[in-house]
């Protein structure tokens, strides 16, 4: 008499690993871009990143990558199924985490998909966490198990994409490797939403809350 466990409730996290020998090349001319822009490399204080402005998805230098993004895109819309209804995207921009920096928790507020592309990933103790956003993280639990986590370890290395939902808290544990991590974030958000109501709130007069 073994009930049978049924999972209720999954939430998604797309990842998309694109072949080595287009990712190779790729991701040497988006990493020799990305230097390009923090040449010379500004002094960070101890633990904290360096994020390029978000405006990467304007910049004929990343046009290539912009189209990765839209194509893998259109295929969670699909999932989703909310495909017909356009999305843009409303943000994307460069992150540099040297060893010892790490990004706290957050998520992304007025925006549907979120997601990172990896450009440069040291070779131990890099992955992204992702956040139980159920209240569930207060039952008393022994262990650490498939239905006891509250957060799961997506792996991550170079040439890698993943989405996953706007409201999905993460966050990026410090970078115990030897080099920098570099990835490419995005977010994106029907084409409506963006236009009429969040662009709105990110004019420089808005009043800020
Ligand atoms: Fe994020």
């Given at each position: 008499?073994?009930?049978?466990a049924?999972?209720?409730f999954p939430?998604?996290?797309?990842?998309?690993d694109?072949?080595?020998?287009?990712?190779?090349p790729?991701?040497?001319?988006?990493?020799?871009e990305?230097?390009?822009?923090?040449?010379?490399?500004?002094?960070?204080p101890s633990?904290?990143?360096?994020q390029?402005?978000?405006?990467?998805h304007?910049?004929?230098a990343f046009a290539?990558?912009?189209?990765?993004v839209?194509?893998?895109?259109?295929?969670?819309?699909?999932?989703?199924?909310?495909?017909?209804?356009?999305?843009m995207i409303?943000?994307?921009?460069?992150?540099?985490?040297p060893p010892?920096?790490y990004?706290?928790?957050?998520?992304h507020?007025?925006?549907?998909?979120?997601?990172?592309?990896?450009?440069?990933?040291?070779?131990?103790g890099?992955h992204?966490?992702?956040?139980?956003?159920?209240?569930?993280?207060?039952?008393?639990?022994?262990?650490?198990?498939?239905?006891?986590?509250?957060?799961?370890?997506?792996?991550?290395?170079?040439?890698?994409?993943?989405?996953?939902?706007?409201?999905?808290?993460?966050?990026?544990p410090?970078?115990?490797g030897?080099?920098d991590?570099?990835s490419?974030a995005?977010?994106?958000?029907f084409?409506?939403?963006?236009?009429?109501?969040?662009?709105?709130?990110?004019?420089?007069?808005?009043?800020?809350?």
């Amino acid at each position: 008499m073994k009930p049978q466990a049924h999972e209720l409730f999954p939430t998604p996290l797309w990842s998309v690993d694109l072949p080595p020998a287009d990712a190779g090349p790729l991701n040497a001319r988006l990493g020799a871009e990305i230097e390009k822009m923090i040449a010379p490399r500004p002094k960070t204080p101890s633990g904290s990143n360096w994020q390029t402005p978000q405006d990467l998805h304007n910049r004929p230098a990343f046009a290539e990558f912009v189209k990765l993004v839209e194509l893998a895109a259109v295929n969670v819309a699909k999932d989703l199924q909310v495909e017909q209804y356009p999305m843009m995207i409303t943000g994307c921009w460069a992150n540099i985490n040297p060893p010892g920096s790490y990004h706290p928790t957050h998520n992304h507020p007025n925006n549907y998909l979120s997601g990172v592309y990896y450009v440069a990933v040291p070779e131990t103790g890099s992955h992204l966490v992702l956040q139980d956003p159920r209240p569930g993280i207060l039952m008393p639990r022994s262990k650490l198990g498939r239905f006891t986590a509250n957060v799961a370890v997506a792996p991550v290395q170079a040439g890698r994409m993943v989405f996953f939902p706007s409201w999905l808290r993460h966050h990026v544990p410090s970078n115990e490797g030897s080099t920098d991590r570099v990835s490419i974030a995005f977010n994106l958000m029907f084409t409506n939403f963006a236009e009429t109501i969040s662009a709105p709130m990110w004019e420089p007069s808005a009043p800020s809350a």
